[in-house]
């Protein structure tokens, strides 16, 4: 049977999936060269502070894989696209999806189940939703890659964005967080707000 959202949330082989994905992104990083220089990409990951995460899973689960050109004087750093870390929102990216996804409202049970599970208030949710449709639709990246998803509907954003994804809910937000791995890192970072 297809795991409820509350579910998913605490189901720490979901997030230790989501880990291995990130663990793959940044080994193919570092097998390549400093994109500066063409030197070799040393470690510099560092740890962030992210709210929610379920009891149960390793201090890997809060460390930013993150790479640092070996070279003196480039030193440039390269943060790869995460699955995780959805750029510098404090909780997990997994969270702000599927919270902001849900479609039954957020009544005062559920949110009460909510704060108890990651501790996520109401006020956090409303402003997670209002930047779905604000600074995300308005991004240079939502711009550019809205076409791929043509029936995602601006005013119903993330919800109508993840069912444009196959498959059952957790193989789409699996393909939503890679889909937004460019606002993860780089240039194309988005504020938290
Ligand atoms: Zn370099």
């Known amino acids: 049977m297809e795991q409820t959202i509350e579910e998913i949330l605490r189901d720490t082989r979901f997030y230790e999936l989501l880990l291995g994905f990130d663990r793959q992104i940044a080994d193919a990083a570092h097998a390549g060269p400093c994109r500066e220089c063409g030197c070799k990409l040393h470690w510099g990951s560092f740890d962030r502070k992210p709210r929610g995460v379920p009891a149960g899973l390793g201090r890997e689960h ?104 196959d498959g059952a809910i957790k193989r789409q937000l699996i393909s939503l967080l890679r889909f937004l791995g460019p606002i993860t890192t780089g240039r194309g970072i988005l504020q938290a707000i």
């Open 62 to 165: 809060t460390r930013r894989f993150s790479l640092c050109c070996a070279k003196d004087g480039c030193r440039t750093r390269e943060t790869p696209s995460s699955l995780r870390f959805l750029g510098r929102k404090v909780y997990l990216g997994a969270m702000v999806v599927l919270i902001s996804a849900m479609q039954s409202g957020l009544n005062p049970a559920r949110m009460k189940r909510l704060k108890a599970l990651v501790g996520v208030s109401r006020r956090t949710v409303l402003r997670w939703r209002d930047w779905w449709t604000s600074a995300f639709t308005e991004s240079p990246f939502w711009r550019a890659h809205r076409a791929l998803a043509p029936a995602a509907s601006t005013a119903d954003l993330p919800a109508s964005l993840l069912r444009s994804f």
